[in-house]
Nanobody, 122 residues
Framework: QVQLVESGGRVVRAGDSLRLSCLASGRTFSGYDIGWFRQRPRKEREFVAAMRWSDGRTYYTDSVKCRFTISRDNAKNAVYLQMNSLNAEDTAVYYC???????????????WGQGTQVTVSS
């Protein structure tokens, strides 16, 4: 059974950068589509970014394009989310996700981490 553990969430100021990490245990990310979701206060969980295993193509929700970058390091069995120019609207619990499939720009995973809190103070 694969377990996903996120880290890196903390309180930052508007305009700061932050990198979230997700490590997998139990097996590797190899062959898995991967992604990040977030749940903002009083909102439903929403898609943030995904990377397709087959060709490395990435997808982002419009509000984070050109600010966030998803990446993976297969040797470290890790997935990252680099977040730049953070603003208060990025305050959320961020969840790592894996498995499932990215299709037509939509990502439906079948594995989830427990989440890491990111708070952006203005």
């Amino acid at each position: 059974q694969v377990q996903l553990v996120e880290s890196g969430g903390r309180v930052v100021r508007a305009g700061d950068s932050l990198r979230l990490s997700c490590l997998a245990s139990g097996r590797t990310f190899s062959g898995y589509d991967i992604g990040w979701f977030r749940q903002r206060p009083r909102k439903e969980r929403e898609f943030v970014a995904a990377m397709r295993w087959s060709d490395g193509r990435t997808y982002y929700t419009d509000s984070v394009k050109c600010r966030f970058t998803i990446s993976r390091d297969n040797a470290k069995n890790a997935v990252y989310l680099q977040m730049n120019s953070l603003n208060a609207e990025d305050t959320a619990v961020y969840y790592c996700a894996a498995g499932g499939s990215v299709y037509n720009g939509r990502y439906i995973p079948n594995l989830w981490g427990q989440g890491t809190q990111v708070t952006v103070s203005s």
